[in-house]
């Protein structure tokens, strides 16, 4: 008679006693999320702008702020300025000939564009290349989306990390210990939400100056309500389960337990919501900026170069495309990842809001 | 009912003037004030021009006096256009606002619903697949990238509609429809999302079974069941999506030059226009105020679980 074979420490058997692999909830969620193929472009598009605008200082690219007169409103393209900047004028004075009925230049534009030649020729700034041309004063719009990006980008960071931190907290706090503490921390939140937030932002704004600084208070004063809710509900349904007895009934001190034995279970959660804060918090830095109540010049957001395209759109149709077109681009992964995230780590959820 | 409904309508009191009080402070403590950009004025002028909107009194008494001239349904004059009190600015501005509010959230919610519904019943076909990855579209861009774009190709590049403008105007209702489409789509777009999601999960749900094991038709079976349950998480969504589509017209309103309450927002901040900040404030608070309490009573209306005593 075959004595059992007691199993290994540290391994999982099943009933059948083969050996098993333990699957972590992040290894589980990797997984499925592997087989999202929008998720997983959404990501490597993340990471692609992440890498640029990280190493925008060390790029091969234009100081952003730099404002070279002449090369003002260029179209994008692969050629040297100073052959673009000729073409335009080129282009421009021919419109005014026909529209004049001449059929030659006359010698004031001859020598207008003979002249431009010649500065081309010598100064070596033509020779830049202005791959998604310039604007009105005459400086590089990728620089610029680049440089805007890393704004827009830090603000959505920063201010989802703050919001994912306080909504943690006090969240945990207000759940674990109930009672008075929980009552008058969920009444604060449910005053706060009826406040009519983006307006009030838009005053404080426009009152106490724009800088990035009141910009980041500003968007991150309201933004840990909604992780603070999610993370309170979530502790509640927790708190009464067994291993937080076996934890208490071990010793553990309060604080243990919820930061050590409770926040972790809510995390996949909290990972969902952060992914798709970031492209709100990019979304309202931007509405701010275009309203003109967001970062100041010459520093840039993708917010404010759309308001500065969206002015001139007539005109010079690629200032608004360019950081538009980024911008949204950026957005779209952001929100294909965090759906791809909420699947893979709660598979029975379907694209909730 | 009733008794809910009222006190309900008493519990918002408090949450009117906490709301006041904060607009108060937040506006008292910025740096400036209302006649620090007046040039060349004298002492004497200064002190007559403090007089006459009584801020030569102490802070507390201001502030009484306007919470009083608020209670009156008086929310005082405008410090910067000076021929007109606040209400009758707002009088003024808040139809536009309003109209162009209510009918994006209209369009949202309808087109959205519609959308959700087709993309669930229709899961994992090619109407589900391209309407959701539209959807993610729509809530991607921005109002205000959505607004110029476009503006620069069907008013600009094409003569199709209007640039800008309002009722009233030679073109008519055409001037509605391109802010009218820019402010809803994001919405319409979350709409879709959230209906579609939660008719998938009405449609596992054991009451839905019990329908049609009892030889329901399947038209009744949606119509009564399915659409019922599925409609309660879009309605809560609605409150605050109509606070978001009151703050999204300033950028619609500024894109399609729409004479609504949005510029006041940016401009009497800057102005410091105090009584014109927090009137827009009372204003946009109340609207919000009300709708999410009309959310509430239609919450009633489709949930039997939930009673208001």
């Known amino acids: 008679m075959a004595t059992p074979r007691r199993p290994q420490r540290d391994s999982l058997t099943n009933e059948f006693d083969q050996a098993m692999k333990p699957v972590s909830l992040w290894a589980d969620a990797w997984r499925r999320l592997k087989k999202n193929r929008m998720a997983l472009a959404g990501l490597c598009v993340i990471l692609f702008y992440f890498a640029a605008c990280l190493c925008s200082p060390v790029l091969p690219i234009y100081p952003y702020a730099e404002q070279v007169v002449a090369h003002q409103n260029l179209p994008p393209s692969f050629r040297p300025a100073g052959q673009v900047m000729i073409e335009t004028r080129t282009a421009y004075l021919k419109q005014t000939m026909e529209a004049d009925d001449r059929t030659e230049f006359s010698a004031d534009e001859q020598a207008q564009v003979e002249a431009m030649v010649q500065d081309v020729r010598s100064n070596p700034v033509h020779r830049r290349v202005y791959l998604l041309g310039t604007d009105n004063l005459g400086r590089d719009l990728l620089s610029r989306i680049l440089y805007g990006g890393r704004i827009s980008i830090m603000i959505g960071l920063t201010g989802t990390l703050t919001a994912v931190f306080v909504g943690i907290a006090l969240g945990s706090i207000s759940g674990y210990v109930g009672g008075r503490l929980d009552n008058l921390l969920m009444r604060f939140v449910d005053i706060m939400y009826s406040l009519p937030y983006m307006l009030l932002v838009i005053i404080m704004m426009a009152l106490f100056g724009q800088n990035i600084f009141n910009l980041f208070v500003a968007i991150a004063l309201v933004s840990w309500l909604t992780i603070a809710r999610v993370v309170r509900g979530q502790i509640i349904s927790l708190k009464n389960a067994e291993f937080v007895e076996a934890a208490r009934s071990m010793g553990a001190s309060t604080g243990r337990i919820i930061f050590r034995h409770l926040t972790p279970n809510t995390l996949g959660v909290i990972v969902v919501f952060a992914t798709l804060m970031v492209p709100q918090f990019i979304m309202q830095e931007s509405f701010l900026s275009f309203l003109g109540l967001g970062v100041s010049a010459p520093m840039a957001s993708w917010g404010s170069l759309v308001k500065e395209g969206a002015d001139v759109m007539e005109l010079y149709p690629w200032q608004l495309l360019a950081p538009a077109i980024t911008m949204t681009v950026f957005l779209f992964a952001m929100n294909f990842l965090g759906d791809g995230l909420r699947d893979a780590l709660d598979p029975q959820s379907k694209n909730k809001l | ?309």
């Open chain 2, 1 to 309: 009912m009733l008794r809910f409904t009222l006190r309900r309508l008493f519990s918002l009191i408090p949450t009117i003037f906490l709301i006041i009080s904060l607009a108060f402070i937040i506006v008292r403590s910025a740096p400036g004030g209302p006649f620090s950009s007046e040039r060349n004025t004298t002492p004497e002028i200064l002190e007559n021009l403090k007089k006459k909107y009584h801020m030569d009194e102490s802070l507390p008494r201001q502030y009484l006096r306007y919470v009083g001239g608020v209670l009156q349904g008086d929310l005082g004059p405008s410090f910067r256009y000076k021929d007109y009190t606040v209400n009758q600015l707002v009088r003024q501005a808040l139809p536009t606002s309003m109209l162009l509010g209510s009918l994006a959230l209209a369009v949202a919610a309808l087109a959205g619903i519609g959308v959700g519904i087709l993309s669930a019943l229709r899961q994992n076909s090619w109407i589900d697949y391209t309407t959701m990855s539209l959807a993610v579209i729509g809530i991607s861009v921005p109002l205000f990238v959505i607004g110029p774009l476009l503006k620069l190709f069907l008013a600009i590049r094409h003569d199709w509609l209007p640039t800008s403008g309002w009722l009233g105007g030679r073109h008519g209702w055409l001037v509605l429809i391109m802010p009218v489409t820019t402010l809803c789509l994001p919405y319409l777009a979350s709409i879709a999302r959230l209906t579609r999601a939660s008719v998938l999960d009405v449609l596992r749900a054991d009451y839905i079974r019990t329908a049609r094991a009892k030889g329901l038709s399947e038209t009744a079976v949606m119509l009564r069941h399915v659409l019922k349950g599925a409609l309660l998480p879009v309605v809560s969504y609605l409150g605050p999506t109509f606070a978001l589509i009151l703050t999204g017209t300033v950028v619609v309103e500024t894109i399609f030059t729409i004479p609504g309450m949005g510029r006041f927002y940016v401009q009497a901040a800057f102005n410091r226009d105090y009584t014109l900040i927090l009137g827009d404030v009372i204003v946009v608070s109340i609207l919000m105020m009300v709708m999410n309490f009309l959310v509430d009573i239609l919450y009633g209306f489709l949930d039997p679980r939930i009673s208001y005593k």
